[in-house]
């Protein structure tokens, strides 16, 4: 029928022409474009508000728990981020609560005279209002005057 080099010589058109089937068939393919496509920066920014909005507790206790939660929210945040690109249609999600540092004072010192620093939470409460979530048995002034968050 063929010779052994005609034989030899459509193996190589049949593997390239498999080779080419693949390359067609891959690159056109929605979900390789998903795949390898760098995150966007705006979803870590969403992805940051919402792991921060679960330090309320944390932030309603002590310091160093708030501290500890808020810090590990900025290091998920730098490893999303190292690799993302900014997106121009991409939304951000807010959180519903903001992180402030500033003076803490003990409950019991009215004017507060050996302030320590740090953070604190201003969160959006039910029915419009703002709340802080400062640390058990201190006030932080820098919030504003703003009730305590339950």
Do not use: K
Not at 75 to 89: G, K, L, V
């Amino acid at each position: 029928m063929f010779s052994a080099e005609m034989r030899l010589i459509y193996q190589r058109f049949l593997v390239l022409g498999l080779l080419c089937g693949c390359l067609v068939f891959f690159s056109t393919w929605s979900v390789t474009e998903t795949a390898f496509a760098a995150r966007c920066i705006q979803e870590c920014m969403s992805a940051q508000a919402l792991c921060e909005d679960n330090c309320v507790d944390e932030c309603s206790s002590t310091d160093e728990l708030c501290t500890s939660c808020l810090l590990n929210c900025e290091s998920q945040f730098n490893s999303c981020a190292r690799s993302a690109m900014y997106c121009s249609n991409a939304p951000v999600e807010n959180g519903r609560c903001e992180v402030g540092f500033g003076d803490h004072c003990e409950e019991n010192d009215v004017n507060c005279v050996s302030p320590h620093s740090g953070y604190f939470q201003i969160c959006d409460a039910l029915g419009g209002q703002q709340c802080v979530a400062c640390p058990t048995g201190e006030t932080c002034p820098s919030a504003g005057g703003l009730p305590p968050c339950y």
